[in-house]
Protein backbone atom coordinates (compact mmCIF):
# COMPACT_ATOMS: atom_id res chain seq x y z
CA UNK A 1 0.00 0.00 0.00
CA UNK A 2 1.46 3.70 -1.03
CA UNK A 3 -0.16 6.30 0.87
CA UNK A 4 0.47 9.80 -0.19
CA UNK A 5 -0.79 12.90 2.56
CA UNK A 6 -1.85 16.13 0.40
CA UNK A 7 -3.54 19.10 0.30
CA UNK A 8 -3.90 22.01 -2.09
CA UNK A 9 -3.13 21.91 -5.96
CA UNK A 10 0.53 20.79 -6.65
CA UNK A 11 -0.07 18.14 -4.34
CA UNK A 12 -2.68 16.57 -6.65
CA UNK A 13 -0.39 16.43 -9.61
CA UNK A 14 1.44 13.72 -8.24
CA UNK A 15 -1.36 11.98 -6.94
CA UNK A 16 -2.49 11.62 -10.69
CA UNK A 17 1.05 10.52 -11.39
CA UNK A 18 1.04 8.11 -8.44
CA UNK A 19 -2.45 6.82 -9.60
CA UNK A 20 -0.72 6.06 -13.68
CA UNK A 21 1.65 3.58 -11.82
CA UNK A 22 0.20 2.38 -9.22
CA UNK A 23 -2.62 -0.31 -9.05
CA UNK A 24 -6.07 1.61 -7.30
CA UNK A 25 -6.33 -0.63 -4.63
CA UNK A 26 -3.11 -0.28 -3.34
CA UNK A 27 -3.48 3.73 -3.26
CA UNK A 28 -4.75 5.60 0.04
CA UNK A 29 -4.68 9.39 0.00
CA UNK A 30 -5.04 11.46 3.18
CA UNK A 31 -6.13 14.53 2.77
CA UNK A 32 -6.21 18.02 4.81
CA UNK A 33 -9.49 19.41 5.61
CA UNK A 34 -7.95 22.31 7.69
CA UNK A 35 -9.10 24.11 4.48
CA UNK A 36 -12.74 22.99 4.51
CA UNK A 37 -15.20 26.19 4.23
CA UNK A 38 -19.13 26.57 4.91
CA UNK A 39 -20.12 28.41 1.67
CA UNK A 40 -23.40 29.09 1.02
CA UNK A 41 -24.90 26.86 3.82
CA UNK A 42 -22.65 24.29 2.03
CA UNK A 43 -19.94 22.06 3.19
CA UNK A 44 -17.01 22.58 1.01
CA UNK A 45 -13.32 20.42 1.15
CA UNK A 46 -11.37 22.06 -1.53
CA UNK A 47 -8.56 19.59 -0.98
CA UNK A 48 -10.69 16.52 -0.77
CA UNK A 49 -12.60 17.69 -3.76
CA UNK A 50 -9.11 18.82 -5.95
CA UNK A 51 -8.39 14.58 -5.62
CA UNK A 52 -11.66 13.47 -6.09
CA UNK A 53 -11.64 15.56 -9.77
CA UNK A 54 -7.97 14.68 -9.82
CA UNK A 55 -8.43 10.86 -9.62
CA UNK A 56 -11.68 11.17 -11.71
CA UNK A 57 -10.22 13.21 -14.73
CA UNK A 58 -12.54 16.30 -14.06
CA UNK A 59 -9.93 18.55 -12.71
CA UNK A 60 -9.57 22.49 -14.75
CA UNK A 61 -6.16 21.73 -15.84
CA UNK A 62 -6.37 26.09 -16.61
CA UNK A 63 -7.60 26.59 -12.97
CA UNK A 64 -5.53 24.08 -11.42
CA UNK A 65 -8.84 23.70 -9.16
CA UNK A 66 -12.83 22.57 -9.91
CA UNK A 67 -13.92 20.81 -12.74
CA UNK A 68 -12.99 21.43 -15.90
CA UNK A 69 -15.13 22.67 -18.13
CA UNK A 70 -17.43 24.46 -15.10
CA UNK A 71 -19.46 27.38 -15.54
CA UNK A 72 -20.44 29.99 -13.07
CA UNK A 73 -24.08 31.17 -13.70
CA UNK A 74 -25.22 30.35 -9.95
CA UNK A 75 -22.14 32.60 -8.57
CA UNK A 76 -22.94 35.07 -11.12
CA UNK A 77 -26.83 35.50 -9.75
CA UNK A 78 -25.45 34.99 -5.93
CA UNK A 79 -23.54 37.80 -6.97
CA UNK A 80 -26.52 39.66 -8.02
CA UNK A 81 -28.33 38.24 -5.09
CA UNK A 82 -25.77 40.24 -2.72
CA UNK A 83 -23.79 37.26 -1.34
CA UNK A 84 -20.58 36.88 -0.92
CA UNK A 85 -18.99 35.87 -4.37
CA UNK A 86 -15.08 35.45 -3.34
CA UNK A 87 -15.24 31.86 -3.65
CA UNK A 88 -15.98 30.22 -6.44
CA UNK A 89 -18.34 27.53 -6.78
CA UNK A 90 -19.10 26.22 -10.53
CA UNK A 91 -22.44 24.67 -11.62
CA UNK A 92 -21.09 21.11 -11.44
CA UNK A 93 -18.96 21.72 -8.56
CA UNK A 94 -21.80 22.84 -6.89
CA UNK A 95 -23.48 19.04 -7.08
CA UNK A 96 -20.42 17.67 -5.24
CA UNK A 97 -20.90 19.99 -2.29
CA UNK A 98 -25.00 19.59 -2.31
CA UNK A 99 -24.01 16.37 -2.46
CA UNK A 100 -21.52 15.99 0.64
CA UNK A 101 -23.61 18.57 2.45
CA UNK A 102 -26.74 16.03 2.53
CA UNK A 103 -25.15 12.81 3.08
CA UNK A 104 -23.41 14.62 6.25
CA UNK A 105 -26.98 16.14 7.16
CA UNK A 106 -27.92 12.74 6.86
CA UNK A 107 -25.22 11.66 9.94
CA UNK A 108 -23.01 10.50 7.59
CA UNK A 109 -19.17 11.00 8.53
CA UNK A 110 -16.87 12.96 6.45
CA UNK A 111 -14.88 10.00 5.50
CA UNK A 112 -18.34 8.18 4.35
CA UNK A 113 -19.59 10.75 2.40
CA UNK A 114 -15.50 11.26 0.82
CA UNK A 115 -16.11 7.43 0.02
CA UNK A 116 -19.36 7.66 -1.32
CA UNK A 117 -17.98 10.08 -3.65
CA UNK A 118 -15.03 9.12 -4.87
CA UNK A 119 -17.28 5.78 -5.68
CA UNK A 120 -20.07 8.02 -7.24
CA UNK A 121 -17.05 9.42 -9.52
CA UNK A 122 -15.90 6.17 -10.33
CA UNK A 123 -12.57 6.24 -8.17
CA UNK A 124 -11.32 3.46 -7.06
CA UNK A 125 -8.25 4.60 -4.75
CA UNK A 126 -9.03 5.19 -1.35
CA UNK A 127 -9.56 8.71 -0.43
CA UNK A 128 -9.65 9.26 3.13
CA UNK A 129 -9.98 13.00 5.03
CA UNK A 130 -7.86 13.58 7.54
CA UNK A 131 -10.83 13.74 10.63
CA UNK A 132 -14.42 13.39 11.04
CA UNK A 133 -13.97 15.92 13.22
CA UNK A 134 -13.74 19.45 12.04
CA UNK A 135 -10.40 21.18 12.67
CA UNK A 136 -10.11 25.01 11.17
CA UNK A 137 -6.53 26.58 10.03
CA UNK A 138 -6.56 29.81 11.08
CA UNK A 139 -4.02 32.69 10.49
CA UNK A 140 -3.45 35.61 12.82
CA UNK A 141 -2.71 38.86 10.47
CA UNK A 142 -1.72 42.23 10.20
CA UNK A 143 -6.00 41.90 8.91
CA UNK A 144 -6.75 39.91 12.18
CA UNK A 145 -7.58 36.24 12.20
CA UNK A 146 -8.59 34.55 9.03
CA UNK A 147 -9.44 31.65 7.87
CA UNK A 148 -7.52 29.85 5.39
CA UNK A 149 -9.82 30.61 2.60
CA UNK A 150 -9.92 34.08 4.10
CA UNK A 151 -6.43 34.83 4.12
CA UNK A 152 -5.36 32.38 0.34
CA UNK A 153 -8.47 33.24 -1.81
CA UNK A 154 -10.13 36.49 -0.72
CA UNK A 155 -6.73 38.22 0.64
CA UNK A 156 -4.80 36.31 -2.35
CA UNK A 157 -2.35 35.90 0.64
CA UNK A 158 -1.07 38.95 0.52
CA UNK A 159 -1.81 40.25 3.76
CA UNK A 160 1.20 39.83 6.49
CA UNK A 161 0.73 36.43 8.25
CA UNK A 162 2.00 36.13 12.04
CA UNK A 163 0.74 33.09 12.90
CA UNK A 164 -1.07 29.68 12.29
CA UNK A 165 -3.08 27.51 14.47
CA UNK A 166 -5.31 24.41 13.83
CA UNK A 167 -8.45 25.07 15.79
CA UNK A 168 -10.37 21.82 17.33
CA UNK A 169 -7.27 19.52 16.07
CA UNK A 170 -6.52 19.16 19.66
CA UNK A 171 -9.93 17.00 20.19
CA UNK A 172 -9.87 15.46 16.58
CA UNK A 173 -9.42 11.92 15.66
CA UNK A 174 -7.71 10.74 12.78
CA UNK A 175 -10.98 9.66 10.20
CA UNK A 176 -11.03 5.35 10.07
CA UNK A 177 -8.19 4.29 8.12
CA UNK A 178 -6.07 7.01 8.75
CA UNK A 179 -3.65 5.30 11.44
CA UNK A 180 -3.56 1.64 10.05
CA UNK A 181 -2.86 2.97 6.45
CA UNK A 182 0.41 4.40 8.21
CA UNK A 183 1.27 1.63 10.34
CA UNK A 184 0.88 -1.09 7.00
CA UNK A 185 2.49 1.75 3.97
CA UNK A 186 5.20 0.16 2.19
CA UNK A 187 5.77 3.81 1.25
CA UNK A 188 4.53 7.09 2.41
CA UNK A 189 4.87 9.81 0.52
CA UNK A 190 4.00 13.40 1.34
CA UNK A 191 2.97 15.67 -2.03
CA UNK A 192 4.47 18.60 -3.06
CA UNK A 193 1.84 20.41 -0.70
CA UNK A 194 2.39 23.51 1.69
CA UNK A 195 4.24 22.19 4.56
CA UNK A 196 2.71 24.68 7.07
CA UNK A 197 -1.28 24.74 6.00
CA UNK A 198 -1.50 21.97 3.39
CA UNK A 199 0.22 19.25 5.30
CA UNK A 200 0.05 21.22 8.80
CA UNK A 201 -3.42 20.30 9.69
CA UNK A 202 -2.97 16.50 9.05
CA UNK A 203 -0.18 16.43 11.24
CA UNK A 204 -2.15 18.42 13.86
CA UNK A 205 -4.54 15.41 14.37
CA UNK A 206 -3.56 13.46 17.60
CA UNK A 207 -1.44 10.26 16.41
CA UNK A 208 -0.76 10.98 13.03
CA UNK A 209 2.70 12.26 13.47
CA UNK A 210 3.28 9.36 16.74
CA UNK A 211 2.29 7.04 13.33
CA UNK A 212 4.95 8.59 11.05
CA UNK A 213 7.49 8.24 13.61
CA UNK A 214 6.95 4.31 14.12
CA UNK A 215 5.66 3.42 10.89
CA UNK A 216 8.39 0.85 8.64
CA UNK A 217 7.43 2.36 5.63
CA UNK A 218 9.91 4.30 4.28
CA UNK A 219 8.14 8.08 4.65
CA UNK A 220 9.41 10.39 1.51
CA UNK A 221 8.71 14.39 0.73
CA UNK A 222 8.89 15.66 -2.68
CA UNK A 223 9.78 19.56 -2.27
CA UNK A 224 7.26 22.20 -2.34
CA UNK A 225 10.44 24.72 -2.21
CA UNK A 226 12.05 25.00 -5.61
CA UNK A 227 15.35 27.82 -5.50
CA UNK A 228 14.17 28.82 -2.48
CA UNK A 229 10.77 29.87 -3.63
CA UNK A 230 7.38 27.98 -3.49
CA UNK A 231 6.06 26.55 -6.71
CA UNK A 232 3.17 28.19 -6.08
CA UNK A 233 1.06 29.77 -2.93
CA UNK A 234 2.53 31.65 0.16
CA UNK A 235 4.38 27.87 0.85
CA UNK A 236 7.73 30.30 1.26
CA UNK A 237 6.54 33.12 3.67
CA UNK A 238 4.69 30.44 5.81
CA UNK A 239 7.76 28.86 6.18
CA UNK A 240 9.55 31.88 6.98
CA UNK A 241 6.78 32.73 9.66
CA UNK A 242 7.69 29.36 11.29
CA UNK A 243 10.91 29.60 11.85
CA UNK A 244 12.23 27.47 8.92
CA UNK A 245 14.31 28.48 6.21
CA UNK A 246 12.37 28.53 2.99
CA UNK A 247 14.12 26.06 1.06
CA UNK A 248 14.59 22.76 1.11
CA UNK A 249 16.45 22.67 4.47
CA UNK A 250 12.98 23.79 5.48
CA UNK A 251 11.05 21.44 4.36
CA UNK A 252 13.27 18.35 5.75
CA UNK A 253 12.91 20.65 9.22
CA UNK A 254 8.83 20.33 9.06
CA UNK A 255 9.07 16.79 8.90
CA UNK A 256 12.47 15.74 10.23
CA UNK A 257 11.55 13.65 13.18
CA UNK A 258 9.75 10.96 10.58
CA UNK A 259 11.40 12.02 7.01
CA UNK A 260 13.53 9.28 5.57
CA UNK A 261 14.04 10.38 1.93
CA UNK A 262 13.58 14.13 0.65
CA UNK A 263 12.75 14.57 -3.14
CA UNK A 264 14.26 17.96 -4.49
CA UNK A 265 14.47 19.83 -7.57
CA UNK A 266 17.00 19.67 -10.11
CA UNK A 267 17.40 23.24 -9.08
CA UNK A 268 18.27 22.95 -5.59
CA UNK A 269 21.09 19.62 -6.36
CA UNK A 270 23.71 21.72 -5.11
CA UNK A 271 22.11 22.16 -1.76
CA UNK A 272 20.62 18.75 -1.69
CA UNK A 273 24.22 17.22 -2.20
CA UNK A 274 24.96 18.67 1.26
CA UNK A 275 22.15 17.25 3.33
CA UNK A 276 22.37 14.09 3.01
CA UNK A 277 22.75 12.85 6.61
CA UNK A 278 22.78 8.91 8.57
CA UNK A 279 19.03 9.68 9.05
CA UNK A 280 17.63 11.39 5.66
CA UNK A 281 18.58 10.85 1.99
CA UNK A 282 18.14 13.66 -0.46
CA UNK A 283 17.82 13.57 -3.83
CA UNK A 284 17.16 15.58 -6.64
CA UNK A 285 14.96 15.00 -9.53
CA UNK A 286 12.88 16.85 -12.04
CA UNK A 287 9.37 18.26 -9.65
CA UNK A 288 7.78 20.99 -12.09
CA UNK A 289 4.85 18.63 -13.05
CA UNK A 290 3.26 20.50 -16.25
CA UNK A 291 2.21 17.65 -18.21
CA UNK A 292 1.35 13.86 -17.34
CA UNK A 293 4.36 12.37 -18.01
CA UNK A 294 6.22 14.59 -15.64
CA UNK A 295 3.40 13.52 -12.72
CA UNK A 296 3.94 10.04 -13.93
CA UNK A 297 7.91 10.02 -13.98
CA UNK A 298 7.91 11.92 -10.61
CA UNK A 299 5.71 9.66 -8.91
CA UNK A 300 7.96 6.90 -10.51
CA UNK A 301 11.31 8.59 -8.94
CA UNK A 302 9.97 8.70 -5.85
CA UNK A 303 9.00 5.61 -5.36
CA UNK A 304 11.98 4.35 -6.69
CA UNK A 305 13.49 6.05 -4.05
CA UNK A 306 11.40 4.77 -1.21
CA UNK A 307 11.91 1.23 -2.51
CA UNK A 308 15.87 1.73 -2.54
CA UNK A 309 15.92 3.26 0.98
CA UNK A 310 13.78 0.08 1.86
CA UNK A 311 16.60 -2.03 0.60
CA UNK A 312 19.13 -0.08 2.23
CA UNK A 313 17.24 0.06 5.94
CA UNK A 314 16.42 -3.76 5.41
CA UNK B 1 -54.52 47.99 -1.78
CA UNK B 2 -55.27 45.55 -4.24
CA UNK B 3 -54.76 41.72 -2.99
CA UNK B 4 -53.99 38.65 -4.64
CA UNK B 5 -54.08 35.74 -3.53
CA UNK B 6 -52.14 33.17 -6.09
CA UNK B 7 -50.54 29.45 -6.62
CA UNK B 8 -48.97 27.93 -9.80
CA UNK B 9 -48.49 28.91 -13.01
CA UNK B 10 -51.75 30.82 -14.05
CA UNK B 11 -52.05 32.71 -11.27
CA UNK B 12 -48.56 34.41 -11.90
CA UNK B 13 -49.58 35.21 -15.13
CA UNK B 14 -52.84 37.57 -13.39
CA UNK B 15 -50.12 38.99 -11.11
CA UNK B 16 -48.09 39.75 -13.88
CA UNK B 17 -51.31 41.48 -15.34
CA UNK B 18 -52.03 43.19 -12.72
CA UNK B 19 -48.04 44.31 -11.86
CA UNK B 20 -48.75 46.22 -15.22
CA UNK B 21 -51.90 48.23 -14.29
CA UNK B 22 -51.40 49.00 -10.18
CA UNK B 23 -48.79 50.81 -8.69
CA UNK B 24 -46.64 48.51 -6.98
CA UNK B 25 -46.78 49.48 -3.42
CA UNK B 26 -50.69 49.44 -3.61
CA UNK B 27 -50.24 45.31 -4.58
CA UNK B 28 -49.58 42.51 -2.26
CA UNK B 29 -49.43 39.21 -3.24
CA UNK B 30 -50.11 35.79 -0.79
CA UNK B 31 -49.19 32.81 -2.06
CA UNK B 32 -49.24 29.34 -1.55
CA UNK B 33 -46.40 27.11 0.36
CA UNK B 34 -48.22 23.98 0.90
CA UNK B 35 -46.02 22.57 -2.00
CA UNK B 36 -42.71 24.11 -0.25
CA UNK B 37 -40.16 21.05 -0.78
CA UNK B 38 -36.51 20.57 0.44
CA UNK B 39 -34.64 19.50 -2.70
CA UNK B 40 -30.74 19.00 -2.16
CA UNK B 41 -30.96 20.25 1.50
CA UNK B 42 -32.08 23.73 -0.05
CA UNK B 43 -35.95 25.16 0.71
CA UNK B 44 -37.68 25.42 -2.68
CA UNK B 45 -40.91 27.54 -2.20
CA UNK B 46 -42.10 26.98 -6.21
CA UNK B 47 -45.24 29.02 -5.79
CA UNK B 48 -43.40 32.09 -3.95
CA UNK B 49 -40.43 31.82 -6.50
CA UNK B 50 -42.94 31.57 -9.62
CA UNK B 51 -44.20 34.80 -8.54
CA UNK B 52 -41.12 36.46 -7.85
CA UNK B 53 -39.26 35.62 -11.12
CA UNK B 54 -42.77 36.65 -12.64
CA UNK B 55 -42.41 40.09 -11.01
CA UNK B 56 -38.87 40.46 -11.77
CA UNK B 57 -39.44 39.55 -15.47
CA UNK B 58 -37.35 36.23 -15.01
CA UNK B 59 -39.59 34.02 -15.49
CA UNK B 60 -38.88 31.37 -18.45
CA UNK B 61 -41.75 32.23 -20.77
CA UNK B 62 -41.52 28.49 -22.28
CA UNK B 63 -41.63 26.72 -19.26
CA UNK B 64 -43.64 28.75 -16.92
CA UNK B 65 -41.68 27.71 -13.67
CA UNK B 66 -37.81 28.79 -13.22
CA UNK B 67 -35.94 31.32 -14.59
CA UNK B 68 -35.56 32.14 -18.66
CA UNK B 69 -32.30 30.88 -20.00
CA UNK B 70 -31.19 28.96 -17.04
CA UNK B 71 -28.90 26.06 -17.91
CA UNK B 72 -29.48 22.84 -15.61
CA UNK B 73 -25.77 21.80 -15.56
CA UNK B 74 -25.77 21.10 -11.88
CA UNK B 75 -29.12 18.98 -12.14
CA UNK B 76 -27.03 16.83 -15.18
CA UNK B 77 -24.32 16.40 -12.37
CA UNK B 78 -26.69 15.65 -9.49
CA UNK B 79 -28.14 12.85 -11.45
CA UNK B 80 -24.20 11.39 -12.20
CA UNK B 81 -24.35 11.61 -8.67
CA UNK B 82 -27.02 9.22 -7.87
CA UNK B 83 -28.89 12.27 -6.48
CA UNK B 84 -32.86 12.67 -6.94
CA UNK B 85 -33.34 14.57 -10.54
CA UNK B 86 -36.72 14.55 -10.82
CA UNK B 87 -37.47 18.09 -9.58
CA UNK B 88 -35.67 20.50 -11.63
CA UNK B 89 -33.73 23.27 -10.04
CA UNK B 90 -31.71 25.20 -12.54
CA UNK B 91 -28.11 26.87 -11.83
CA UNK B 92 -29.35 30.33 -12.05
CA UNK B 93 -32.57 29.04 -10.12
CA UNK B 94 -30.17 27.45 -7.65
CA UNK B 95 -28.95 30.77 -6.25
CA UNK B 96 -32.34 31.75 -4.98
CA UNK B 97 -32.89 28.46 -3.03
CA UNK B 98 -29.12 28.38 -1.15
CA UNK B 99 -30.14 32.27 -0.55
CA UNK B 100 -33.42 31.61 1.12
CA UNK B 101 -32.18 28.53 3.16
CA UNK B 102 -29.32 30.71 4.27
CA UNK B 103 -31.41 33.32 5.31
CA UNK B 104 -33.83 30.83 7.41
CA UNK B 105 -30.45 28.86 8.32
CA UNK B 106 -29.78 32.31 10.35
CA UNK B 107 -33.21 32.54 11.42
CA UNK B 108 -34.94 34.43 9.62
CA UNK B 109 -39.11 33.80 9.07
CA UNK B 110 -39.93 32.69 5.39
CA UNK B 111 -42.01 35.81 4.75
CA UNK B 112 -39.01 38.03 5.58
CA UNK B 113 -36.23 35.55 3.59
CA UNK B 114 -39.03 36.41 0.85
CA UNK B 115 -39.03 40.28 1.45
CA UNK B 116 -35.14 39.93 1.15
CA UNK B 117 -35.46 38.14 -2.08
CA UNK B 118 -37.88 40.00 -3.18
CA UNK B 119 -35.94 43.51 -3.00
CA UNK B 120 -32.68 41.62 -4.65
CA UNK B 121 -34.76 41.47 -7.20
CA UNK B 122 -36.08 44.54 -7.43
CA UNK B 123 -39.48 43.78 -7.12
CA UNK B 124 -42.08 46.43 -5.35
CA UNK B 125 -44.87 44.58 -4.92
CA UNK B 126 -45.50 42.82 -1.54
CA UNK B 127 -45.14 39.42 -1.73
CA UNK B 128 -46.16 37.32 1.59
CA UNK B 129 -45.74 33.65 1.97
CA UNK B 130 -49.20 32.35 3.50
CA UNK B 131 -47.50 31.40 6.98
CA UNK B 132 -43.77 31.39 8.23
CA UNK B 133 -44.87 27.85 9.43
CA UNK B 134 -44.56 24.68 7.38
CA UNK B 135 -48.00 23.81 5.93
CA UNK B 136 -47.73 20.60 3.47
CA UNK B 137 -50.16 19.78 0.69
CA UNK B 138 -50.07 15.97 0.79
CA UNK B 139 -52.54 13.82 -1.60
CA UNK B 140 -53.64 10.20 -0.63
CA UNK B 141 -53.52 8.74 -3.77
CA UNK B 142 -53.42 4.94 -5.47
CA UNK B 143 -49.68 5.04 -5.06
CA UNK B 144 -49.55 6.34 -1.08
CA UNK B 145 -49.42 9.18 0.17
CA UNK B 146 -47.37 11.69 -1.52
CA UNK B 147 -46.34 15.81 -1.04
CA UNK B 148 -47.64 17.77 -3.81
CA UNK B 149 -44.85 17.83 -5.86
CA UNK B 150 -44.29 14.08 -5.52
CA UNK B 151 -47.82 13.69 -6.80
CA UNK B 152 -47.76 17.30 -9.31
CA UNK B 153 -44.26 16.45 -10.64
CA UNK B 154 -42.61 13.43 -10.07
CA UNK B 155 -45.93 11.75 -10.84
CA UNK B 156 -47.03 13.85 -13.29
CA UNK B 157 -50.58 14.24 -11.29
CA UNK B 158 -51.31 10.55 -13.37
CA UNK B 159 -52.27 8.93 -10.31
CA UNK B 160 -55.60 8.41 -8.51
CA UNK B 161 -55.87 11.10 -5.68
CA UNK B 162 -58.56 10.04 -3.31
CA UNK B 163 -58.28 13.27 -0.44
CA UNK B 164 -56.32 16.13 -0.15
CA UNK B 165 -54.99 17.02 3.69
CA UNK B 166 -52.50 20.37 4.67
CA UNK B 167 -50.62 19.27 6.99
CA UNK B 168 -49.24 21.57 9.53
CA UNK B 169 -52.07 24.40 8.82
CA UNK B 170 -54.22 23.60 11.99
CA UNK B 171 -51.53 25.21 14.20
CA UNK B 172 -50.14 27.44 11.69
CA UNK B 173 -50.06 31.21 11.80
CA UNK B 174 -50.89 33.79 8.99
CA UNK B 175 -47.94 34.93 7.96
CA UNK B 176 -47.01 38.68 9.06
CA UNK B 177 -49.50 41.06 6.76
CA UNK B 178 -51.84 38.42 5.99
CA UNK B 179 -54.92 39.06 7.44
CA UNK B 180 -54.14 43.14 8.07
CA UNK B 181 -53.88 43.19 4.19
CA UNK B 182 -57.21 40.80 3.79
CA UNK B 183 -58.68 43.47 6.57
CA UNK B 184 -57.65 46.52 4.33
CA UNK B 185 -57.70 45.70 0.92
CA UNK B 186 -59.85 47.51 -1.49
CA UNK B 187 -60.32 44.45 -3.69
CA UNK B 188 -58.87 40.78 -3.57
CA UNK B 189 -58.82 38.78 -6.06
CA UNK B 190 -57.81 35.34 -6.32
CA UNK B 191 -55.72 34.01 -9.15
CA UNK B 192 -56.77 31.35 -12.13
CA UNK B 193 -55.12 28.49 -9.45
CA UNK B 194 -55.92 25.20 -8.23
CA UNK B 195 -59.00 26.17 -5.59
CA UNK B 196 -58.07 22.57 -3.88
CA UNK B 197 -54.25 22.21 -4.34
CA UNK B 198 -53.04 25.98 -4.71
CA UNK B 199 -55.64 28.68 -2.68
CA UNK B 200 -56.83 25.42 -0.35
CA UNK B 201 -53.71 25.93 1.66
CA UNK B 202 -54.27 29.41 1.97
CA UNK B 203 -57.39 28.92 2.88
CA UNK B 204 -56.36 26.14 5.76
CA UNK B 205 -54.65 28.39 7.77
CA UNK B 206 -56.61 29.38 10.39
CA UNK B 207 -58.01 32.59 10.23
CA UNK B 208 -57.83 33.64 6.70
CA UNK B 209 -61.26 32.39 5.83
CA UNK B 210 -62.61 34.35 8.48
CA UNK B 211 -61.13 37.75 7.36
CA UNK B 212 -62.16 37.16 3.59
CA UNK B 213 -65.55 36.70 5.05
CA UNK B 214 -65.54 39.92 6.63
CA UNK B 215 -63.40 41.71 4.86
CA UNK B 216 -65.47 44.94 3.74
CA UNK B 217 -63.01 44.43 -0.32
CA UNK B 218 -64.98 43.09 -2.73
CA UNK B 219 -63.39 39.19 -3.27
CA UNK B 220 -63.16 38.16 -6.96
CA UNK B 221 -62.00 35.05 -8.43
CA UNK B 222 -60.72 33.92 -12.08
CA UNK B 223 -62.33 30.51 -12.88
CA UNK B 224 -58.73 27.94 -13.47
CA UNK B 225 -61.77 26.23 -15.12
CA UNK B 226 -62.76 26.46 -19.01
CA UNK B 227 -65.22 24.79 -20.35
CA UNK B 228 -65.29 22.62 -17.57
CA UNK B 229 -61.50 21.56 -17.70
CA UNK B 230 -58.83 22.79 -16.02
CA UNK B 231 -56.83 25.38 -18.33
CA UNK B 232 -53.62 23.14 -17.10
CA UNK B 233 -52.86 21.04 -14.21
CA UNK B 234 -55.32 18.48 -12.11
CA UNK B 235 -57.82 21.46 -10.99
CA UNK B 236 -60.58 19.43 -12.53
CA UNK B 237 -59.86 16.06 -10.76
CA UNK B 238 -59.10 17.12 -8.06
CA UNK B 239 -62.48 19.25 -7.81
CA UNK B 240 -64.21 16.60 -8.68
CA UNK B 241 -62.20 14.62 -5.28
CA UNK B 242 -63.56 17.27 -3.56
CA UNK B 243 -67.27 16.78 -4.31
CA UNK B 244 -66.72 19.96 -6.72
CA UNK B 245 -68.62 20.11 -10.11
CA UNK B 246 -65.23 20.56 -12.37
CA UNK B 247 -66.96 23.55 -13.57
CA UNK B 248 -67.32 27.41 -12.88
CA UNK B 249 -69.86 26.16 -10.99
CA UNK B 250 -67.89 23.97 -8.37
CA UNK B 251 -65.09 27.68 -8.49
CA UNK B 252 -68.23 28.81 -7.15
CA UNK B 253 -68.82 26.61 -4.63
CA UNK B 254 -64.81 26.30 -3.36
CA UNK B 255 -64.93 30.22 -2.41
CA UNK B 256 -69.00 30.43 -1.92
CA UNK B 257 -68.60 31.77 1.74
CA UNK B 258 -66.89 34.98 0.89
CA UNK B 259 -66.79 35.26 -3.43
CA UNK B 260 -68.32 38.22 -4.79
CA UNK B 261 -67.71 38.42 -8.37
CA UNK B 262 -66.31 35.28 -10.36
CA UNK B 263 -65.05 36.03 -13.47
CA UNK B 264 -65.46 32.83 -15.91
CA UNK B 265 -63.87 32.45 -19.84
CA UNK B 266 -66.45 33.20 -22.81
CA UNK B 267 -66.62 29.62 -23.27
CA UNK B 268 -68.89 29.16 -20.37
CA UNK B 269 -70.86 32.65 -21.15
CA UNK B 270 -73.49 30.72 -21.09
CA UNK B 271 -73.73 28.56 -17.38
CA UNK B 272 -71.94 32.40 -16.34
CA UNK B 273 -75.81 33.63 -17.00
CA UNK B 274 -77.65 31.49 -15.66
CA UNK B 275 -75.78 32.13 -11.98
CA UNK B 276 -75.45 35.46 -10.67
CA UNK B 277 -77.71 35.75 -7.41
CA UNK B 278 -78.03 38.15 -5.09
CA UNK B 279 -74.97 37.25 -3.03
CA UNK B 280 -72.59 36.87 -6.40
CA UNK B 281 -72.00 38.14 -10.01
CA UNK B 282 -70.76 35.84 -12.52
CA UNK B 283 -69.37 37.37 -15.01
CA UNK B 284 -67.25 36.42 -18.71
CA UNK B 285 -64.53 37.64 -20.73
CA UNK B 286 -61.35 36.10 -22.44
CA UNK B 287 -59.32 34.23 -19.17
CA UNK B 288 -56.93 32.87 -21.34
CA UNK B 289 -53.26 34.36 -21.60
CA UNK B 290 -50.85 33.79 -23.56
CA UNK B 291 -49.56 37.85 -24.67
CA UNK B 292 -49.08 40.46 -21.55
CA UNK B 293 -51.74 42.27 -23.34
CA UNK B 294 -54.06 39.50 -22.19
CA UNK B 295 -52.63 39.39 -19.19
CA UNK B 296 -53.15 43.14 -18.86
CA UNK B 297 -57.02 43.29 -19.94
CA UNK B 298 -57.97 40.32 -17.93
CA UNK B 299 -56.45 42.07 -14.67
CA UNK B 300 -57.65 45.59 -15.65
CA UNK B 301 -61.58 43.28 -16.28
CA UNK B 302 -61.23 41.84 -13.04
CA UNK B 303 -60.41 45.00 -11.48
CA UNK B 304 -63.40 47.03 -12.93
CA UNK B 305 -65.74 44.54 -12.14
CA UNK B 306 -64.73 44.74 -8.21
CA UNK B 307 -65.06 48.32 -8.70
CA UNK B 308 -68.30 48.32 -10.19
CA UNK B 309 -69.54 45.80 -7.07
CA UNK B 310 -68.29 48.04 -4.80
CA UNK B 311 -70.32 50.81 -6.00
CA UNK B 312 -73.62 48.77 -6.49
CA UNK B 313 -73.30 47.42 -2.55
CA UNK B 314 -72.19 50.98 -0.88
Known sequence: MIVVFTGGTGGTKLVQGLQHIVPPEELTVIVNTGDDIEWWGLHVSPDVDSVLYGLAGLLSKERGWGVEDDSFRCLERMKQLGQASWFSLGDLDLATHLTRTMLLRAGKRLSEATAELAAKFGIRARVLPMSDDRVSTMLDTAKGTLTFQEYFVRERH??????????????????????????????????????????????????????????????????????????????????????????????????????DVLVADRAD???ALTMSTTGLRVLSTNTIMRSIDDKRELAAFVLGACTAQQNVVG
Open 158 to 259: QVEARAVRFEGAENARPAPGVIESIETAEAIVFAPSNPVTSIGPILAVPGVRQALRETKATVAAVSPIIGGEAVSGPAGVLMTMMGWPSTIAGVAKAYEDFL
Open 269 to 271: EAQ
